[in-house]
């Protein structure tokens, strides 16, 4: 599949809503039900989508258009790192209090685990038309 840059928003928001929040829920329990960790998501979806617009543009210039998962593994890596240093060097509107990096990097971790098994293989079962329209789901 050859993902449309509107594939990758739908796609990147629906597996970050659902996948990712229930991720984030035993972060937010363990934490006293602190939603620091639902603000995380929320900025890191939002600073994917701007991602995605280079993502998309870059890959145009493979010979078959796709985004292995090589390559995902790649940009997951520099999306944690980038967004690390932006939580820990930036105040975030909505982000009182900065949880500790360690939890951050296992917080973030998971969620992009989770995230990219969901894309990988449940997406294929229960959005065949996601497969086939560029990831496209609505």
């Known amino acids: 599949?050859?993902?449309?840059?509107?594939?990758?928003?739908?796609?990147?928001?629906?597996?970050?809503?659902?996948?990712?929040?229930?991720?984030?829920?035993?972060?937010?329990?363990?934490?006293?039900?602190?939603?620091?960790?639902?603000i995380i998501l929320l900025y890191i979806a939002g600073f994917g989508l701007v991602w995605d617009v280079l993502y998309n543009y870059l890959q145009q210039f493979r010979w078959d258009h796709d985004w292995p998962a090589a390559l995902q593994v790649l940009a997951a890596l520099w999306e944690g790192i980038f967004f690390a240093i932006v939580y820990k060097l930036v105040p975030l509107p909505g982000v009182e209090r900065q949880a500790p990096l360690w939890l951050f990097a296992l917080h973030y971790g998971l969620a992009w685990l989770a995230i990219f098994i969901a894309s990988q293989s449940i997406m294929r079962v229960i959005f065949p038309r996601w497969r086939f329209h560029g990831g496209q789901w609505l």
């Not at 990147?12 to 035993?26: E, K, N, Q, T």
């Open 1 to 38: 599949m050859t993902p449309t840059l509107i594939g990758r928003w739908q796609t990147r928001i629906l597996l970050f809503a659902i996948v990712g929040s229930l991720v984030s829920l035993p972060f937010f329990l363990i934490t006293g039900n602190d939603p620091i960790f639902f």
